[in-house]
């Protein structure tokens, strides 16, 4: 069985986690995991150009490289609404609590009538709902503040080389 070491915290704390192969469990995030493939690829003696990050960041950035500056401008706008935008997710998270206070006396003689327990039900999945939600909005943020960052270093990079261009 494999042992995947877990740290986490300021203190460092290691957790041996029984995993399988190829499987990494970390509570610092996506970035840490990637380095942490980084890591055991570099080790194994493989090509980082293997690395299914790696195939999917060139992939996203060979597409972008092959528009003109004035589209991917325009596309670098539309990301910035996504990452700006407070979106529906977080609207629907605030707004639930709110309906079900207007309907609180109701709700409650629903779910608590005759010792049930459809109030455990009830709340467990509007839990799951309210943290999957949250989940999924972070990451689409995160992917959009990705494009962008990709976008921007290649327009970045043309405005370096027209201005290079103008001035030899």
């Given at each position: 069985m494999d042992m995947t070491i877990l740290s986490y915290g300021r203190m460092n704390n290691i957790i041996p986690i029984p995993m399988g192969e190829n499987k990494?469990?970390?509570?610092?995030?996506?970035?840490h995991k990637v380095f942490l493939r980084l890591k055991k690829t570099i080790d194994e003696g493989r090509s980082i150009h293997q690395m299914q990050e790696y195939i999917e960041i060139e992939a996203i950035?060979?597409?972008?490289?092959?528009l003109d500056s004035n589209t991917l401008q325009l596309i670098y706008?539309?990301?910035?609404?996504e990452n700006k935008?407070?979106?529906?997710i977080?609207?629907?998270?605030?707004?639930a609590?709110?309906?079900l206070l207007l309907f609180s006396k109701q709700l409650?003689?629903?779910?608590?009538h005759d010792g049930s327990l459809l109030w455990a039900v009830f709340s467990i999945v509007y839990l799951a709902v309210v943290f999957i939600s949250i989940i999924?909005?972070?990451?689409?943020?995160?992917?959009?503040?990705?494009?962008?960052?990709?976008?921007?270093?290649?327009?970045?990079?043309r405005k370096r080389e027209t201005t290079s261009d103008s001035t030899v």
């Open positions: 990494m469990f970390s509570l610092r995030g996506d970035a950035q060979n597409l972008y490289q092959s706008f539309r990301m910035i609404k935008g407070t979106g529906m977080p609207i629907l998270v605030s707004s609590p709110w309906l409650s003689q629903f779910l608590f999924i909005h972070f990451r689409e943020k995160a992917w959009a503040a990705f494009h962008m960052e990709i976008i921007q270093t290649i327009l970045t990079e």
